[in-house]
């Protein structure tokens, strides 16, 4: 099968986010990490880098402007070094970000984020100019 050598490497995109530092409620979304259009994500979770300390118990979700847990769903945030991960990879035709959903309560916890992404169009290079090669009986 042939195919098209290119720059579409697996590349981890992280971001950290202090919950400390806004405020936040039950529902309230963060986009933290872009995604450009035509991207597949192989894989998504966060760290817990800060404990929560604010005593409401609550929860992060990890997920996108479609699912809100398309990743993690209500993980707890109450224990530093604690790695939520999911391997449900999803690809993307159209830009998005990896979102963050606060749930039961206000978190004052600090998280690292992360995504493990590759592009689908090398990074919007290729153009669908190729034609079928596969013959069908």
């Known amino acids: 099968i042939p195919s098209k050598r290119g720059s579409s490497i697996p590349r981890v995109i992280s971001d950290v986010v202090d919950f400390s530092s806004t405020t936040n409620g039950n529902g309230d979304t963060f986009d933290v990490l872009p995604l450009p259009a035509n991207s597949l ?6 760290d817990v880098l800060t404990a929560d300390g604010a005593g409401n118990s ?16 209500a993980a707890t945030v109450a224990a530093a070094g604690q790695m ?52 069908f009986a």
């Not at 929860?59 to 996108?64: A, L, M």
């Not at 493990?116 to 100019?129: R, W, Y």
């Open 58 to 73: 609550g929860t992060i979700s990890v997920g996108d402007s479609v699912d809100g847990d398309q990743y993690v769903a």
């Open 84 to 135: 939520t991960t999911v391997d449900a990879n999803y690809a993307y035709s159209s830009a998005d970000a990896v979102r963050l959903t606060i749930g039961t309560g206000a978190i004052d916890a600090k998280v690292r984020v992360w995504a493990c992404v590759i592009s689908l169009d090398d990074g919007a290079t290729l153009s669908d100019t190729d034609s079928q090669t596969s013959t």
């Open 41 to 46: 994500v192989l894989a998504a979770g966060c």
